[in-house]
């Protein structure tokens, strides 16, 4: 009895083992199969996506300054045209285009610069550069570090740190620095004063933060009319 014991053990346990080996797998970690979404940001106001990766193939539909799109992991090089690159991409309604490589910054998130500020070659005080962000220009953030951002702005013209501090996320924010940008680019002085009026009197983002700075931006204008008038005058004068 002693020695038959053991031996009932000994079958029980491999039979034990064996049910574990025939068991469902494991799953495998969900967060390790899915693939983590890449997102990139448009740093070219109204640039056209394409149907296809060519230039010649036919527009889809236009990309706002700060706009977001996910990459689908997938470019092409346009050799029929100086070698453009594409980027496939999901916009926010789900539609799938090709943008422009060169004015898509891929890994970032939009942001808007809140005060005029300096710009730094590294997050590091004793860096300050010559350069300057001016409050409610658009910009792609491509990383952050402490209390510090690094940041593309528009058309890749610069690229640098700022404080942290200096930067809004809020979306409200970025959709009111794109309508103030898009009414100052209007070359008739008179005509920008009544678009930036026109704004404030119907602003469709009255929480914004920006209301001060576009309200000084509008009594600049006004005097610099004031001033070509009292030049034009006095020209007529003499």
């Avoid at 020695?3 to 064996?18: E, G, H, V, W």
């Avoid at 491509?142 to 510090?148: L, M, Q």
């Amino acid at each position: 009895m002693q020695k038959i014991l053991p031996f009932y053990l000994f079958i029980t346990l491999l039979l034990n083992l064996t049910a574990c080996k025939d068991g469902p797998p494991e799953k495998p970690d969900a967060e390790c199969s899915e693939k983590q979404k890449i997102i990139g940001v448009s740093v070219w106001d109204r640039i056209s996506t394409r149907s296809q990766p060519l230039r010649s193939s036919p527009r889809t539909t236009l990309l706002s300054l700060g706009e977001s799109f996910t990459y689908l992991d997938s470019f092409a090089i346009d050799s029929s045209y100086n070698n453009t690159q594409f980027l496939k991409v999901r916009l926010s309604d789900s539609s799938v285009v090709w943008v422009y490589g060169f004015a898509s910054v891929l890994d970032a998130k939009p942001a808007v610069i809140r005060n005029d500020v300096p710009l730094y070659l590294r997050p590091d005080l004793l860096t300050i550069t010559a350069d300057r962000m001016n409050a409610m220009e658009i910009v792609a953030v491509i990383e952050e570090w402490d209390n510090w951002i690094k940041m593309v702005n528009e058309k890749k013209e610069k690229q640098g740190w700022i404080r942290r501090k200096f930067v809004s996320y809020d979306t409200i924010d970025l959709a009111f620095a794109l309508l103030v940008k898009r009414n100052l680019e209007e070359e008739d002085p008179e005509q920008k004063i009544r678009n930036l009026e026109e704004l404030l009197d119907n602003n469709p983002y009255p929480q914004t933060i920006f209301i001060p700075e576009i309200t000084q931006k509008l009594e600049k204008e006004k005097e610099l009319i004031r001033e070509i008038r009292s030049n034009r005058d006095r020209e007529d004068r003499d």
